[in-house]
């Protein structure tokens, strides 16, 4: 079953300086990214690749962090070879960057999960959601008050750890994140669709 990556909106505009780039100048910034992995942060690097860019310095700093999160989330998703290679072509990579960054992959690929074992780098996943409906029909100086009020028991499971979060939110505000759920929800299937269009093309 063939699976793209997607990502998020911030994280692909750190990545799309990227593409721009000569297959030279994105081999220096694999290499930036692979000192980031290995020693952190080299900050006189990146100044000294923003003068020879003639960018600002978050520029370069966003783009080798984009791409250290592209292989971090293609490791954790744990993508084929193959899928790697088709959401790069995707993303709107060239041919020539993207043999690049999947060489990059595939040689760094057990180096980069083992980092992401090690710090434990997992998304908490949703278990369950239980819910209760309160209404406060009056009080001693509001006869005719009512506040409805909905409290939610959101389970999430850490790896085998199970970790419980109470929310309590009225029912306009309710109504208001499921709104802004499903539309981040659209927008997602939406890139999905666009990415594999471009990749079947």
Known sequence: MKMLLTLRPDHKKHVLFLMEQTPQVLQDFCKLALDYLQKGPNMKLYHAAAQ??????????????GLINLLLESCNHKLSNEDFR?????LGFSEENEAIL???????????????????????EYHDLEWRFEVQTASR??????????????????????????LQTDPVNLLHMAQELEEALKEGYSQHTRQVSRAAK
């Open 102 to 124: 999947s060489k990059l992959y595939i040689t760094k690929k057990k180096e980069i999960s083992n980092i992401i074992a090690a710090t434990g780098f997992k998304i908490p």
């Open 141 to 166: 100086t509001l006869l005719k008050q009512v506040s409805p009020l909905i409290t939610l028991d959101l389970t999430l499971k850490n790896n085998e750890n199970m970790e419980h979060i109470l």
């Open 52 to 65: 020879k860019l003639e960018v600002e310095l978050d520029v370069i700093k966003n783009s080798v962090e």
């Open 86 to 90: 088709d959401s790069i072509i995707a």
